[in-house]
């Protein structure tokens, strides 16, 4: 499991709790990610006005795996769904082989 916040357009680590199984997620503590690339990312995002997507001038996204969200479009879409539901999917996005699910409590969905 792994806490994270938003720093700018980027999520970085800031708690870990890794799993005892052999096949797990190593531990990311400090580390960051593109917002977009990650399920920590996506539900922050609609909470926070400040990292609005909308002001970003590029209309392409930076990928880290082929599933990676790469187009604004597309990410507005996924974050439209993520007000609506209050939690996150990230599908190989970040990394190969990796799924993660996050969700913000308390359930913040702005104005």
């Given at each position: 499991?792994?806490?994270g916040?938003?720093?700018?357009?980027?999520?970085r680590?800031?708690a870990?709790l890794?799993?005892?199984?052999?096949?797990?997620?190593?531990?990311r503590?400090?580390?960051t990610?593109?917002?977009?690339?990650?399920?920590?990312?996506k539900?922050y995002?609609?909470?926070?006005p400040?990292?609005?997507?909308?002001?970003?001038?590029?209309?392409?996204?930076?990928?880290?795996?082929?599933?990676?969200?790469?187009?604004?479009?597309?990410?507005?879409?996924?974050?439209?769904?993520?007000?609506?539901?209050?939690?996150?999917i990230s599908?190989?996005?970040?990394?190969?082989?990796?799924?993660?699910?996050a969700?913000r409590?308390?359930?913040?969905?702005?104005g």
């Amino acid at each position: 499991m792994h806490v994270g916040t938003l720093d700018g357009r980027l999520v970085r680590f800031i708690a870990t709790l890794e799993s005892p199984s052999a096949v797990r997620v190593i531990s990311r503590l400090g580390s960051t990610r593109p917002a977009h690339c990650t399920s920590t990312g996506k539900v922050y995002s609609p909470a926070y006005p400040t990292t609005s997507w909308t002001s970003c001038t590029r209309p392409h996204l930076e990928p880290l795996t082929e599933h990676s969200v790469r187009t604004l479009t597309e990410l507005r879409t996924q974050l439209a769904e993520v007000r609506k539901s209050g939690f996150a999917i990230s599908r190989q996005e970040s990394e190969e082989g990796v799924a993660s699910v996050a969700v913000r409590y308390p359930k913040v969905v702005p104005g």
